[in-house]
Structures are given as structure tokens and as C-alpha cells.
């Protein structure tokens, strides 16, 4: 019989008890779990809800418990239904009447919001830690690069020169808003819910700050029927999740076009790239393009939980058991992820000169053409017009705007020296854009130096 089955009168059919179940998924929380109970029950004890003495022998025993997890000696049952009854269940069976008084004062609504919060609280520690990692090697590469000229780009079209370093450091300020996101998650989901028993909280005396302390939370919730049924916090965990894999997959297709002939910018280390099984030149950039294929796979846990909660009433339902598969899925693909997106990028080896031959190229100074023009007192909209004029003159000839003779460009302005083409030097257009949070090495380094400052403030 069901630790729950005194109303009933006949055992639940095995179908049925197979699809109720959770504990192929949600044995995870085992050490979550145990933990929660120790801290419950040292309350209980505590304030004399239970005999101390028992208060004491539970907890012990629970430690025992969490030991012979690790170790392997258990094997969870699905009669049990989920991990709260299995251990439980183990616990009395271990300590007979004495382990059936853990349950006082508490429900296994508010027993699984709390593991599941302190599951995700350290998970978010996790995260963090791995986009530290990932932050730290874009780092370097933007150190060694702040003078590696490279074509900028809109719409996949050149547009302006700029250097790698400046682009990484798009790419930190990305991953930097992520663990910004992490953050705040984990302050949010810093609410205790234990206490709210079942939705209306319980008559014994509990003292809930002192649980919520042991635990590791700052506080405990407001409400218990909130505290039951709230899954906000999963919902932005994994939300978090998927824009660091958003971040990720954009990242992943750059390197991927990167590697590609027409490009040639980078080339991946040979331990972090595949073959094929019928092209023997094939070297193919597939942990990119994994990472970009699992995006989805997170997205879709999002859709999952959030579709989930949309229609629940208060309080509980057991609708909620189906956050954990979605939650697990994502913290598991991300985690995934970026160790080997990390090292992938580390070992990579930038083809500077190619970068530099593809600024060259596209006409990526042409808008450093019209400020020259501006800066000889022509209106903006009219040197547009001009240095447009002289764009198509130069495709017409096969030529780049630093080629076209100086005769040929007085023609369309005679404003124009001999200093127009050190002012359209692609050395020239990126160190003149010095402006904080332009390309320029200085701008960069300033940027860097940021960087590092709040890579110190990351614990």
C-alpha cells in the first residue's frame, strides 16, 4: 500500500502507476531532496513539533540514506512513484514509526518546489561558472587581435573594417548579459517555499526562516498558495538557458561560414572537427553545427513549460511534474554545450591575412570616403552621392576605391588631395573610430579593461 492510500481500496492499476510516476527523471533531486528533510526535520525537532531525539535519529539516518545513494547501494522503485516517497519510504522502512513522523507539517507540494529551487540555484552556479570560461578564452582572443583588420558586415554584405578583437567583444558582452541573467534568476528563485504545505500553509508551529536558513535561501515566500504552484522561476531558468544557446548557435554560424573556402578566416583544430566517410578532403565543422542544431532542443523545453503553466488555476496540479523532463533537458544540453563550444574556440586558429584581404575588399571604406568629403565641407548627403558615383566606377574598372587614379577622382570632386587615400586606408578607418565602444585598439583595450573588471566580480 501507498504511504497515500488509506482512502483508497484497491492498488493503483500498473499502467497508470507507470505513467504517474516520476522517478526515472526526478531521482536527480535525490541529494535535494534529503537535504530539504534534514532541515525539516531539525525544525520540527526544534520547536517540539516532534520528540528531539527522533528529530535527531531521522536526520541521521538520512545522511546514511544520502550515502548509500552515492554508493550506489539503493535502487529507487516506481511503485514509490517519485523520489520524496522513495526516500521516505527507505526512511521508514530503516527507522519504522519513528521515520513516518518526517512527513509532519509538510506536503509534497511544497517538499518538491523547494528541491526543485535548490536543484536550479545550483545549476545557475554551474552556468555561470562554464560562460566565465567561455568569457575568459574570447577574452584572450580579442587581447592577441586588436590590430587584426577584418571586414565588419550587414545584411552578410561588407560593410565596414573592423578588427576581431572588436568583434569578439560583441560576443563577450552577449555571453556577459547572460550570466547577468543567471544572476537575477537565481535571486528570484531565492524564496523558501517550504512551510506552505499542501496551498494553505499548516497548524503546527513551523518556524520557516529558520528552515529557509539552513537551506541556503535568503527568504521564504509570501504566500503558500504561490509557494506551491509557482514555476516562474524554472520557466526563466531555462528561458536563460536558451538565449545563451541563441548566443551560442549565432556564434556557431559565423565559425561555420568562417570555415567554409570562400571565407577561410578560421580554421578548427583538428580534435574539434570531422570527416567525411566518402570525401576524403572534408574537414567539417560539426561540434558548430551540433550546437546550432540543440538550440532548438532547449527552445523547446521553454515552449514545453511555459505551455504547460499557461491554463493552471491555483494551486497545485500535477500538470507541474512535467517541468522537470523540460528543465532537465536544458540544463543538460547547455551544459553540454559549452565546455566543448569553449575549447572549440580556444584551439582555433585565425587566418589574419585572409581577414585582412576580405576588408580589402567590398568597398568596406567607402563610408570613410564620404566623411573625407564632408571634411571638406560638402554636405553628408552629398558626398553619399558622390562616393557612390565612385563605387560604381570602380566596379565598372575591376578596382578598389584606393586604386582609382587622382585625376579620375578630381573628377568627381576637386576637393580631393592626396591625403584622400591614407584617409581611406583600412589601418586609418578602424583607428580613427576611437569613439568608446568603437573598433579602434584603444576603444577595444577600453573594452578589455572592462571586461576583466567584471570577470574579477564573478565569484
Do not use: W
Given at each position: 500500500m501507498k504511504l497515500w492510500g488509506g482512502r483508497f481500496s484497491k492498488e493503483t492499476d500498473s499502467a497508470a502507476n507507470a505513467y504517474h510516476s516520476s522517478i526515472s527523471f526526478d531521482q536527480r533531486l535525490?541529494?535535494?531532496?534529503?537535504?530539504?528533510?534534514?532541515?525539516?526535520?531539525?525544525?520540527?525537532?526544534?520547536?517540539?513539533?516532534?520528540?528531539?531525539?527522533?528529530?535527531?535519529?531521522?536526520?541521521?539516518?538520512?545522511?546514511?540514506?544520502?550515502?548509500?545513494?552515492?554508493?550506489?547501494?539503493?535502487?529507487?522503485?516506481?511503485?514509490?512513484?517519485?523520489?520524496?516517497?522513495?526516500?521516505?519510504?527507505?526512511?521508514?522502512?530503516?527507522?519504522?514509526?519513528?521515520?513516518?513522523?518526517?512527513?509532519?507539517?509538510?506536503?509534497?507540494?511544497?517538499?518538491?518546489?523547494?528541491?526543485?529551487?535548490?536543484?536550479?540555484?545550483?545549476?545557475?552556479?554551474?552556468?555561470?561558472?562554464?560562460l566565465k570560461n567561455l568569457l575568459e578564452v574570447i577574452l584572450k582572443i580579442a587581447e592577441d587581435n586588436k590590430n587584426t583588420i577584418m571586414p565588419g558586415y550587414t545584411h552578410m554584405q561588407k560593410a565596414q573594417p573592423i578588427t576581431l578583437a572588436h568583434h569578439m567583444m560583441a560576443y563577450f558582452q552577449m555571453f556577459a548579459r547572460d550570466i547577468g541573467r543567471f544572476s537575477d534568476c537565481k535571486k528570484r528563485m531565492d524564496f523558501c517555499p517550504l512551510g506552505s504545505g499542501a496551498l494553505a500553509a499548516t497548524t503546527y508551529s513551523l518556524d520557516r526562516a529558520f528552515t529557509a536558513e539552513m537551506l541556503g535561501f535568503s527568504a521564504v515566500t509570501e504566500n503558500s498558495l504561490d509557494g506551491v504552484s509557482d514555476r516562474d522561476f524554472a520557466i526563466e531558468f531555462i528561458f536563460a538557458a536558451s538565449m545563451v544557446m541563441m548566443h551560442l548557435s549565432r556564434f556557431s554560424e559565423e565559425i561555420i561560414m568562417w570555415c567554409t573556402n570562400e571565407f577561410s578566416f578560421v580554421e578548427l583544430d583538428d580534435a574539434f572537427s570531422t570527416g567525411s566517410s566518402i570525401m576524403p578532403q572534408k574537414k567539417n565543422p560539426d561540434m558548430a553545427e551540433l550546437t546550432r542544431g540543440k538550440t532548438g532542443r532547449v527552445y523547446g523545453s521553454l515552449i514545453t513549460l511555459l505551455t504547460v503553466m499557461k491554463g493552471l488555476p491555483l494551486a497545485y496540479n500535477k500538470d507541474t511534474q512535467e517541468d522537470k523532463e523540460a528543465a532537465f533537458d536544458a540544463v543538460d544540453t547547455l551544459t553540454l554545450c559549452l565546455p566543448v563550444f569553449t575549447n572549440m574556440l580556444a584551439t582555433s586558429k585565425f587566418r589574419k591575412e585572409n581577414m585582412n584581404e576580405g576588408a580589402k575588399k567590398g568597398f568596406t571604406n567607402a563610408t570613410d570616403a564620404a566623411d573625407y568629403l564632408v571634411k571638406c565641407g560638402i554636405p553628408f548627403r552629398d558626398a553619399h552621392k558622390i562616393i557612390g558615383e565612385m563605387v560604381a566606377y570602380a566596379i565598372a574598372n575591376k578596382i578598389s576605391l584606393d586604386e582609382i587614379p587622382m585625376n579620375v577622382l578630381k573628377e568627381f570632386s576637386p576637393l580631393i588631395k592626396e591625403d584622400f587615400y591614407t584617409a581611406i586606408s583600412l589601418d586609418t578607418c578602424v583607428n580613427e573610430r576611437s569613439v568608446y565602444g568603437g573598433p579602434s585598439p584603444e576603444a577595444v583595450q577600453v573594452s578589455i579593461n572592462n571586461a576583466k573588471d567584471f570577470l574579477k566580480g564573478i565569484n
Open positions: 535525490y541529494k535535494q531532496d534529503i537535504t530539504g528533510s534534514i532541515a525539516h526535520v531539525t525544525m520540527l525537532g526544534k520547536q517540539n513539533i516532534i520528540p528531539k531525539e527522533n528529530a535527531e535519529k531521522i536526520a541521521e539516518e538520512l545522511k546514511k540514506i544520502l550515502i548509500d545513494i552515492e554508493n550506489g547501494k539503493i535502487e529507487f522503485s516506481e511503485t514509490a512513484e517519485d523520489i520524496h516517497m522513495n526516500i521516505e519510504t527507505i526512511l521508514i522502512e530503516r527507522l519504522g514509526d519513528i521515520g513516518k513522523q518526517l512527513h509532519t507539517g509538510r506536503s509534497r507540494n511544497d517538499q518538491v518546489a523547494v528541491d526543485f529551487k535548490m536543484y536550479l540555484k545550483d545549476e545557475c552556479d554551474s552556468i555561470i561558472s562554464l
